[in-house]
């Protein structure tokens, strides 16, 4: 089994930053891919970043140039570094990731952890 844990998130001026981080636990063997999601109240889930089991790395166009998203293998946590951030970033944000254990392939999600950005 494969668990992540969500830490970063919080409330941050109009301007500010914050970084997000997922670790995963678990007997992993790689992270083939993973990805960054969010939902806003009344809104549907979406992609915001990911890395691509080819290793492309797509943003969402309103977070291109502001956002980037990373992992250290060694510890195999993934963040999301978030830069001028703007009121319409607000939401639960989620990891996603695509990992290989020594036994299976699993495609898990993080708990979500809450954004919000206001004055």
């Known amino acids: 089994q494969v668990q992540l844990v969500e830490s970063g998130g919080g409330l941050v001026q109009p301007g500010g930053s914050l970084r997000l981080s997922c670790a995963a636990s678990g007997r992993i063997f790689s992270i083939n891919a993973m990805g960054w999601y969010r939902q806003a109240p009344g809104k549907q889930r979406e992609l915001v970043a990911a890395?691509?089991?080819?290793?492309?790395?797509n943003y969402a166009d309103s977070v291109k140039g502001r956002f980037t998203i990373s992992r250290d293998p060694g510890k195999n946590t993934v963040y999301l570094q978030m830069t001028s951030l703007t009121p319409e970033d607000t939401a639960v944000y989620y990891c996603n990731l695509d990992v290989t254990t020594l036994t299976a392939r699993y495609n898990t999600w993080g708990q979500g952890t809450q954004v919000t950005v206001s004055s």
């Open positions: 890395n691509t089991s080819g290793g492309r790395i």
